[in-house]
């Protein structure tokens, strides 16, 4: 069936370091895939989008890299900050135009 | 500066009492869309409006309605909510059906 799922629920990194979150997809089909970060009692939050004819896009600190081969998708983020602590969906957007969000990842900043 | 507004941001209702929770925006978009999203869970679509044009989820239960009356308003009414119904919902818009979502803090409901 179709879904976006992500390897791990969380990850803890050390402040400084950069942070790499992992996302699956399984629907071939699906042209264009988005990061939110989510933080504690606050709606989704757009941070970088990418169609499926790049495998890589860069934004300030952030870079998402897609391997269609491997429906693959991850978002890096450099010199992790307290900041960054939040839990981050990736989505993908189907045929239909419809956004289908993975399960999320919560990213705990270590000091 | 534009954006998308939720009101209230916390909302408590008793088993069965119609609620209706309420979404603003002054970015003109025309889609609003409706999501649920449980603790620890993904947000779930329930439905949205492109424009005028209402369109359900096929899973979204009949429990849940949403009048848009103009482009900036859009409601979400939960007839008889449950003790299941309690969720974070949360409101977000775009220029068009292809184009970024922007959501807003959403609204918890809590169920008693």
Redesign the interface.
């Known amino acids: 069936g179709e879904s976006v799922g992500l390897h791990l629920p969380t990850l803890s990194v050390q402040e400084g370091d950069n942070s790499i979150i992992n996302c699956a997809y399984s629907n071939s089909a699906s042209d264009?895939f988005?990061w939110?970060k989510q933080e504690s009692?606050?709606?989704?939050?757009?941070i970088i989008?990418i169609r499926s004819n790049m495998d890589k896009r860069q934004g300030q600190r952030v870079t998402v890299l897609l391997n269609k081969t491997v429906k693959h998708l991850s978002l890096q983020i450099a010199a992790t900050q307290p900041g960054d602590s939040a839990v981050y969906?990736c989505a993908e957007?189907r045929r239909d135009?419809?956004?289908i969000?993975?399960?999320?990842t919560r990213l705990h900043i270590l000091p | 500066d534009a954006m998308v507004i939720q009101n209230p941001r916390y909302q408590v209702t008793q088993f069965g009492k119609p609620v209706t929770l309420s979404c603003s925006q002054t970015l003109n978009h025309n889609v609003m869309y409706w999501y649920q999203q449980k603790s620890s869970q993904a947000p779930k679509l329930l439905f949205h409006y492109y424009d005028k044009d209402f369109n359900n989820e096929a899973d979204t239960p009949d429990n849940f309605q949403s009048r848009r009356p103009n482009t900036s308003f859009c409601f979400l009414d939960i007839r008889s909510p449950g003790l299941g119904d309690a969720a974070m919902y949360l409101c977000a818009t775009s220029s068009g059906p292809q184009e970024t979502q922007y959501f807003g803090p959403g609204t918890r409901l809590l169920v008693l």
């Open positions: 264009y988005i939110y009692g606050k709606g989704p939050q757009f989008d969906f957007r135009d419809k956004i969000f993975g399960k999320g």
